[in-house]
Every structure is written in C-alpha cells, then in structure tokens.
C-alpha cells in the first residue's frame, strides 16, 4: 500500500475548509488555525500548533488571509522540512510573496506563489489555481494527483500574485460599482428599470464593447467627465455615496491628460465574425 504524503493547511477559514474537507481522505493531513481548537472536525484533523503541524509535511499549503500569510511564514520556517514545498495561496500582494520565497529558502524548502482564480465554493477543490515560482510544477503535479486543478505559469513568486489582484482590481470595482449604481436606482425609484439595464449591458458585453469602452473614454474624457461630475451630484442629492463615481471622474480626468492604454492586437478567432 502507497504511503500517503504528509500535507500541512495553515489557515481553516472558508477556503481552508473547503481543500481540507477534499484532501482529507487523499493525503495524510494535519491542519492548523489558532482559532480553531484542536479535534477532529468533519474529518479534518486539526492540531494545537504550528509545529505540529508543519513538522514532516512534504507540502504545506498556506491558505490564511493575506495580512497574517507573512506571519504564518515565519512561525513555520522553523519547522520546514529540507526540500518541502510551501504553498502560500493567500491573496497578497506581489512583494509580501517573493519575502515569503525568501523566508522558505532559507529553511531550504520551496516556495510556491498560489493565486485562486475564482470562487471556491463554486467548484470545492477543482477551483482553478495559478502557480508561479521554480518549484511551480511540482506543486500542479501534487496538486494533480489529488484533485486540485492548478496550473504553472513559470516566473517567479509574486507572478500569481499579479494576475489575481489585476483580477480583484476588475471583478470587486464592477462588484463595487454595480452595489453603489444600484442603491442610487433604488434610491431614485428606478431600481427594476436599471436592474434590466444592468442585465442587457452585462449580457452584451464582448470584446467589440471593452475596445469601445477604452476608445470612447479616449475620444470623449472630457465630457464624460462633465458627465460624472454630474452623476455625482445625483447621488449626493439621492443621500447616496458616489465614491466609484467620484473616482470615475478622477480616472477619466487623468484619461485627458494621459490617454487610455493601448487596445491589443487580438488575432480573429476562427469562425468568428
């Protein structure tokens, strides 16, 4: 019978919960948070500490939030077997992640820079991962034979990083601007009509309609920054706060000054018109 690997989770919040519950009957797993005491949870075994859990991992897998994700380094680097992979898959920023890179090698392990690409609750312990780091496709290749869905991308640590938070800066401001646009339809008695409105501009959107966003800013910023401004007049007088419509403004002013990133070159899709 196959020995099964050793595999420490640091971190047993929302996502911690969701990869634990799926490699716990793959892996030998200990898992540690210092919020939650130490038993046996659903099947997942959590123990009293750091060391404990970390000690004779081959992978270690770091899913706590991004503020503590340097701190959980440093208590575990004691600890790190020779050769052990360290997968920090919390959300930080690019330079917290090549300091964690860092802080594993001097221990002599491998840092492996983990972005989660999309809702884990959605998809449990298939959700897509990007990994970066020289030690990246042996993460996807632990990653592979147990369910994970993680895909190397080569360069160094805090590469993953980028592409997920370029991800936030687009996703949570549409999410963002989509809350404050709607409690000021709400606020102006039109919240099914823009809610309609919302719908249909989502639904049609496709790469004609990014490209015009981008050059329709360029041609016209001045405008539309009259436009905001007056938007954000509205919302004061609906009582809403309009801070994406402010910063909006403030975007589109810089936009007259400096113009809008280039619109790239995208070759035709086959079949596509």
Request: hydrophobic share 45%.
């Amino acid at each position: 019978m196959a020995t099964l690997m050793q595999v420490a989770m640091l971190g047993y919040g929302e996502v911690g919960q969701v990869l634990a519950r799926g490699l716990a009957p793959r892996v030998s797993l200990r898992v540690y948070d210092p919020v939650h005491p130490p038993s046996p949870s659903g099947g997942v075994p959590l123990v009293a500490g750091n060391a404990e859990a970390v000690r004779g991992a081959d992978v270690v897998i770091a899913v706590t939030t991004g503020a503590d994700s340097l701190a959980a380094c440093e208590e575990s680097r004691p600890h790190l077997g020779h050769g052990a992979l360290y997968a920090d898959l919390s959300t930080s920023a690019p330079g917290d992640k090549r300091r964690i890179a860092e802080l594993v090698a001097s221990a002599g392990a491998s840092a492996v820079d983990g972005a989660i690409m999309a809702p884990i609750p959605l998809r449990g312990l298939a959700t897509p991962i990007l990994a970066s780091g020289d030690d990246a496709a042996r993460f996807a290749d632990f990653a592979g034979r147990h369910g994970m869905d993680v895909t190397p991308i080569g360069g160094a640590p805090g590469d993953a990083a980028a592409r997920k938070l370029l991800r936030s800066v687009l996703v949570k401001g549409l999410s963002a601007l989509v809350i404050e646009s709607r409690r000021a339809a709400e606020a102006a008695g039109l919240g099914e009509w823009f809610w309609e409105h919302l719908l249909e501009t989502v639904s049609a959107a496709d790469e004609r309609f990014v490209v015009r966003l981008l050059e329709g800013a360029g041609q016209h910023s001045l405008r539309r920054v009259h436009e905001m401004h007056a938007a954000t007049r509205m919302l004061d007088s609906l009582g809403v706060p309009g801070a994406m419509t402010a910063a909006t403004a403030a975007t589109l002013e810089e936009v007259s000054r400096t113009g809008v990133p280039p619109v790239p070159i995208v070759p035709p899709i086959p079949g596509r018109s």
